[in-house]
């Protein structure tokens, strides 16, 4: 069956650096969906890549969809502490053609 | 002021009782779905509806219920069989179920004293 794994689960960075979270999938993905959660917060929308080897950027996000559409990543440049949060990417399940979640990365950034 | 309104924010509910979380949307979307999450962990899918008076099994509804009269709402009730309710319950709703960028409502706290 389709598995997606989102990695690392925590990353604790220093402001100023940079930050990745991916996501692998065993199957080729239809599209992929990114959201930001802070702490406490509800999760909200950020991006979506349909597209095989699809860039988008969002100030200092840039967002990745891989070439054979089984990877993504969601990379922050120069972190700043608006930043922290748990960011989770999203698919559509290829047998339910319902969103699925991934597990989240939380990131927390020292000042 | 459009968007997804959740109520109560924080609910507490002895063991044993029946609780119904509420969940409102003036977005016009004819998808709606609840979500759990617990402490550090993702989003599961406990019920979601496509349309008025449809509406289907998620991943975990066991000790859940839903109800879709109206198309602005999409109330969860968590019961008493439900083993280990204390969680996070996020609603959301998209324009379609086809169009599932999903838009989610501020949560609900419940706690299980």
């Known amino acids: 069956g389709q598995q997606v794994m989102q990695i690392p689960q925590y990353q604790h960075v220093q402001e100023g650096e940079d930050f990745t979270t991916y996501c692998n999938s065993s199957t080729t993905l239809s599209n992929i969906q990114w959201y930001k959660q802070r702490p406490g917060g509800h999760p909200v929308f950020l991006i979506q890549?349909?597209?095989?080897?699809e860039v988008k950027k969002q100030k200092r996000l840039t967002f990745q969809f891989g070439e054979a559409k089984k990877n993504s990543s969601l990379h922050i440049t120069a972190t700043q502490t608006t930043d922290v949060g748990t960011y989770f990417c999203?698919?559509?399940?290829?047998?339910?053609?319902?969103?699925?979640f991934g597990q989240g990365t939380t990131l927390q950034v020292k000042p | 002021d459009g968007g997804i309104t959740q109520s109560p924010k924080y609910l507490f509910r002895k063991e044993g009782q029946n609780v119904t979380l509420s969940c409102e949307q003036n977005l016009n979307h004819d998808a709606m779905y609840w979500y759990r999450q617990d402490p550090g962990q993702g989003l599961r899918l406990i019920y979601y509806s496509q349309i008025v008076n449809d509406f289907q099994k998620g991943d975990i509804a066991e000790g859940y219920s839903v109800s879709r009269e109206k198309k602005e709402s999409f109330p969860l009730t968590v019961t008493s069989a439900q083993k280990n309710p204390t969680a996070f319950y996020l609603c959301?709703?998209?324009?379609?179920?086809?169009?599932?960028?999903?838009?989610f409502g501020e949560g609900s706290w419940l706690t299980v004293v």
């Open positions: 959301a709703s998209s324009r379609t179920l086809a169009d599932n960028t999903i838009y």
């Open positions: 890549l349909v597209k095989s080897g």
């Open positions: 999203a698919w559509t399940g290829s047998n339910t053609g319902k969103l699925i």
